[in-house]
Structures are given as structure tokens and as C-alpha cells.
């Protein structure tokens, strides 16, 4: 059954409910602790231009005052007082081939993607310190033209989400330490797409051009904690994990709008309002750090993030007359891991990084405004020790996509509700940078 439109009885000649619509904008949320890298935008692979150069793999890192944001313990093993501040610069490509049988290739519009961070930690006596991160982990965007074949799903998508992180670590020996970290989680979401007109109680679209609707949220702050561990069984390895609870998000009076509607039928368009919550998975991470020689150190991570806990998606409308829906969703587990190396030259350092990654969502839920696939990451990083305390780290990374090929889609496109098959494929270049300074 197609939910009624929020236009006070208007529906939709697709199969699809506009409810969906929304359902796909939260889906874009929802990409957040799991998967740190998508197709249609992106996630850093690491705090940092160093994280980033070295695949993300800063689980066991000690002397790194970013890695915090993965490991609140590895507080408790700095020195001073540290200050960074970088962005990474994203260049994100997505091809998409269909609709199947057809093979007509579609680009998405080109894309610039920069979110900045800002790191702070103190260090005490009696082997303790404070740490507060500023960062936009978490993007992902997508801009399709208007007029495209998958219009009708998406034209538009822009998800960021600004983390505040305030965190405590304190070593309990000389070999162990523990940490605690508040995730302050302020999410924004702005999903757009096509909508064929229609007049009130009718299925059947209009001959007039379609008209566009426009879903944006933001939420207010969201909380979640973290915990880690920090141990040193020998002193050149270093053995780290945390766990980050799942966040109860909220979107709370998210604005629906229209445009594009036939001046005569603009009453049967109003505006909005919407709302609904959802669960981020919890994530259990874990890594090493060995440092075999003086100058050389390599690092792995794995981490496991529990997206089948995501299993249905509840959205409510201000207008009574538009019923409540549930989406049930297909989401499963995932296994991600990472793998780098550094190696310490005194003035420059080296690195290099690769990490693989699962996507959760199956091809049946798939959709260009969200067009997440399995992925690979290479990166390489350099450090430049421009004066004592001062350190400007630069990474460049490349994400290669599985070609994802969909011939299953419960996502109807078009008025008959075919479904939106074809392949996707996509690929990212970024351009991490930080500076870095320390005193004691």
C-alpha cells in the first residue's frame, strides 16, 4: 500500500511511497561508525593525515595526539601539550550503467569535498590526559543531473556529521592504560529527487514536467560513549581496542519541501514536517602497533560493526493525514581491516597504507543517492619536521570500488515500478592535510 502524500490526501503514481524517500536520506546518516569510505562521497580513512597514510591503522598508535578519537587510552602516553588542525580535500567519481538491459552510462556531477579537524590534548603528572576532537568524519554526497534515469530517486544527497569528542585516559601501569570518550554527534542531511505530478487521490502522473521534493534535518545533539585499552606487553608492541556504543539519533522537525509544481496545484504541494530515530550499531575495534627497529613501525586494525541491529526505519509526518511508515531493512555485519607502516627518518617520514571494507547493504536497497559498494584503499603519506614541535603531516589516498551490478532491486524508478538495476562503479581521490605543533 502507497502511504498518502503530506499534501493532505496527494498520492504518488509510483509504487514506491515517498516514505522511502526519507527512508533513503536516513540511510545516508546511518553510514556512519561502520563504513568509513563510500561511493557517492566519503569518510576519512583516518583521524588524520598520518591516519590516513597509514590505512586508518591507529589502534595501537601511542604518540599520536589524533588517534585519540579510536583509542581514548592512548591519552595517557603523551607528553605536553599538542595542538592539530588539517582537512582532507575529496574528489569523489561514480559511474552508474542501466537502467538494465540498457548499458547507457550516466556520471555523477563533479564533486569537491573538504571537511576540516581540530585536535587538543594535555598530558599530566601521574600519567594522565585530557583530549577534545572537532571533526566531520563522516560525509557522504552525491549530485546526479536532474534529468537523469534515476532521477525519480535521487538527484541530490549531502550527509555530514560533526563530532565533538571530549576524552580521558589514564595508564593503570606502566604497561597499561584505560580510556573514556563522549561522542557529541550533531548530524545534517539533505536528500533531493524528482516526483511525477499528480492531482489529489490519482495515480496516474500529469503531462507536465516532474516537480522536485527536498527532505532536510538536522538533529540536535546525540550522545554515545567509548571505551579503550592500551597495552604494552614488550616495549616496541603495543596492543589496542575500544568499543563504541551504538547513538539513539534523532530528526526532529526535518523540513519537506517542493519545487518545480505547476503554479495551479502549488496548494496541493504545502510544506512539511517530518521526523524519525534510529540506532547506529555499536562497533568493537581492535589493533597492534610493532616497532621492531627505531625507525620503522607497522600497524593493523580490524574492526567488527553490528549493522544488522539496523533492522527497520520508523518516519512520521506532521500532517495527520499522512500515516506513519516502516521500512524494513536487510543490513548485515561487517568485518573491515586495515594495514600500515611508517618509517622515521628524522626530518621526513614515509608511509603507506591499504585497507579493505565491507559494505552492509545488499543490492536489493541500493540506490544512487546512496551507492555504497565493497571497497580497497592505498595510501601514502609523508611528515616534515619543519622546526622543534611543529610537523605538517600530507597523505593521498585512493579508493577503488567493486563494480557493484544489481539485477535484484526492490526500488522502482519509473511509473510501471521496474526496478533500478544496472552497475555501479566508482572511485575517490583525497588529499589529506594537518599541521601539528607540541610543546611541553
Not at 398 to 407: E, G, P, S, W
Request: glycine share 12%.
Amino acid at each position: 500500500m502507497i502511504p498518502a502524500d503530506p499534501t493532505g490526501g496527494l498520492r504518488r503514481p509510483m509504487s514506491r511511497p515517498l516514505g522511502r524517500d526519507l527512508l533513503l536520506l536516513c540511510l545516508i546518516l546511518a553510514i556512519v561508525p561502520g563504513g568509513r569510505a563510500h561511493a557517492g562521497g566519503f569518510t576519512n580513512f583516518g583521524p588524520s593525515a598520518r591516519g590516513t597514510g597509514m590505512g586508518g591503522a591507529l589502534m595501537g598508535s601511542i604518540g599520536d595526539p589524533t588517534s585519540f578519537l579510536l583509542n581514548p587510552a592512548s591519552l595517557a602516553y603523551l607528553s605536553g601539550t599538542n595542538f592539530s588542525f588539517g582537512a582532507t580535500v575529496m574528489i569523489p567519481e561514480q559511474t552508474f550503467a542501466g537502467v538494465a538491459p540498457a548499458t547507457a552510462e550516466t556520471k555523477m556531477q563533479a564533486l569537491v569535498i573538504f571537511p576540516p579537524n581540530i585536535y587538543v590534548t594535555h598530558a599530566f603528572s601521574g600519567g594522565w590526559g585530557l583530549g577534545l576532537a572537532v571533526d566531520i568524519p563522516y560525509v557522504a554526497k552525491t549530485e546526479w543531473n536532474p534529468d537523469w534515469t534515476g532521477g525519480r530517486l535521487a538527484t541530490k544527497s549531502d550527509m555530514r556529521v560533526v563530532i565533538i569528542t571530549p576524552s580521558f585516559g589514564i595508564k593503570v601501569s606502566d604497561r597499561l592504560s584505560v580510556g573514556i570518550g563522549i561522542n557529541l554527534i550533531l548530524p545534517k542531511v539533505l536528500y533531493e529527487q524528482r516526483i511525477p505530478v499528480t492531482m489529489p487521490g490519482s495515480q496516474t502522473p500529469l503531462s507536465v514536467p516532474d516537480a522536485y521534493s527536498t527532505y532536510e534535518a538536522g538533529g540536535g545533539i546525540n550522545l554515545g560513549v567509548q571505551a579503550g585499552v592500551l597495552f604494552k606487553p614488550f616495549s616496541n608492541l603495543s596492543l589496542g581496542a575500544s568499543y563504541r556504543s551504538h547513538v539513539g539519533v534523532d530528526l526532529e522537525s526535518g523540513q519537506l519541501t517542493y519545487r518545480g509544481v505547476p503554479d495551479s496545484m502549488t496548494s496541493q504541494y504545502p510544506a512539511g514536517n517530518f521526523s524519525t530515530t534510529f540506532a547506529i550499531p555499536a562497533q568493537l575495534m581492535a589493533g597492534a602497533s610493532w616497532q621492531p627497529l627505531s625507525w620503522f613501525t607497522a600497524a593493523a586494525d580490524i574492526e567488527y560493526s553490528t549493522w544488522s541491529q539496523f533492522k527497520s526505519l520508523d518516519i512520521s509526518y506532521s500532517n495527520p493525514s499522512r500515516p506513519a511508515v516502516t521500512v524494513q531493512q536487510l543490513w548485515k555485519n561487517t568485518v573491515n581491516t586495515k594495514f600500515g607502516v611508517e618509517f622515521d627518518f628524522g626530518e621526513i617520514i614515509v608511509r603507506g597504507g591499504i585497507r579493505r571494507q565491507k559494505t552492509p547493504i545488499p543490492t536489493q536497497t541500493l540506490t544512487p543517492g546512496m551507492p555504497d559498494a565493497d571497497a580497497t584503499g592505498y595510501s601514502v603519506g609523508f611528515g616534515y619536521r619543519v622546526a622543534d614541535g611543529l610537523l605538517l603531516d600530507f597523505a593521498y589516498l585512493l579508493i577503488h570500488y567493486a563494480d557493484r551490478v544489481v539485477t535484484d532491486s526492490s526500488i522502482p524508478y519509473n511509473n510501471g515500478g521496474d526496478g533500478f538495476n544496472g552497475t555501479y562503479t566508482a572511485q575517490t581521490n583525497a588529499i589529506a592535510l594537518n599541521v601539528r605543533y607540541s610543546w611541553n
